[in-house]
T-cell receptor, first 113, second 113 residues
Framework: SQTIHQWPATLVQPVGSPLSLECTVE??????LYWYRQAAGRGLQLLFY??????ISSEVPQNLSASRPQDRQFILSSKKLLLSDSGFYLC????????????FGDGTRLSIL | DAKTTQPTSMDCAEGRAANLPCNHS???????VYWYRQIHSQGPQYIIH???NNETNEMASLIITEDRKSSTLILPHATLRDTAVYYC??????????????FGKGTRLSVIA
């Protein structure tokens, strides 16, 4: 069966510090991968998606970047965090195929101080 | 993607069936109905999806009306662990990577012992 791992579960970082969140998927190959942010009490905002190694598409201009160094690894990064980067970050994957649903990790709750 | 309307909240007694309605009166012929849920502080979890026929899996059943303008998600024997926000999403399946999920406000289901 397929599993998705995100870490860390929670993170507290000072303003201006760097960020690296990692997501890995097991049990499947060539998945589409996604990074979302969910602000408190609000819906999902798609940040990045990837259809293959090294292929990253950004949905919103921001202080964050993403990379996919391996087929089942997706990394969310920032060189200097802003207060507005606080939120609940979710990684998701789905198989290729129009009907395939997205499956989410347990998320990382990021607090910027 | 078609707009959906769900009740803000519902209660259900533990062990009883939970029936969560969703109205999607503007649904088009090629749009599917997807259901996700989000337990507090966790990532969204895919439940089920369908086009026009009723669907059942190990988690739930999805009943779609003949005119497809509404649907009901049924959890046959609700447990306390089913307490979550349930999201009904209507969308055209796309094979492209850019297929963000858009969650509305959903229904907050509280399962009561």
């Amino acid at each position: 069966s397929q599993t998705i791992h995100q870490w860390p579960a929670t993170l507290v970082q000072p303003v201006g510090s760097p960020l690296s969140l990692e997501c890995t998927v097991e049990g499947t190959s060539n998945p589409n991968l996604y990074w979302y942010r969910q602000a408190a009490g609000r819906g999902l905002q798609l940040l990045f998606y990837s259809v293959g190694i090294g292929q990253i598409s950004s949905e919103v201009p921001q202080n964050l970047s993403a990379s996919r160094p391996q087929d089942r690894q997706f990394i969310l990064s920032s060189k200097k965090l802003l207060l507005s980067d606080s939120g609940f970050y979710l990684c998701a994957w789905r198989r290729q195929g129009a009907l395939q649903p997205q499956h989410f990790g347990d998320g990382t709750r990021l607090s910027i101080l | 993607d078609a707009k959906t309307t769900q009740p803000t909240s519902m209660d259900c007694a533990e062990g009883r069936a939970a029936n969560l309605p969703c109205n999607h009166s503007t649904i088009s012929g090629n749009e599917y109905v997807y259901w996700y849920r989000q337990i507090h502080s966790q990532g969204p979890q895919y439940i089920i999806h369908g086009l026009k026929n009723n669907e059942t899996n190990e988690m739930a059943s999805l009943i779609i009306t003949e005119d497809r303008k509404s649907s009901t998600l049924i959890l046959p024997h609700a447990t306390l662990r089913d307490t979550a926000v349930y999201y009904c999403i209507v969308r055209v399946p796309r094979n492209s990577g850019n297929t963000p999920l858009v969650f509305g406000k959903g229904t907050r289901l509280s399962v009561i012992a």
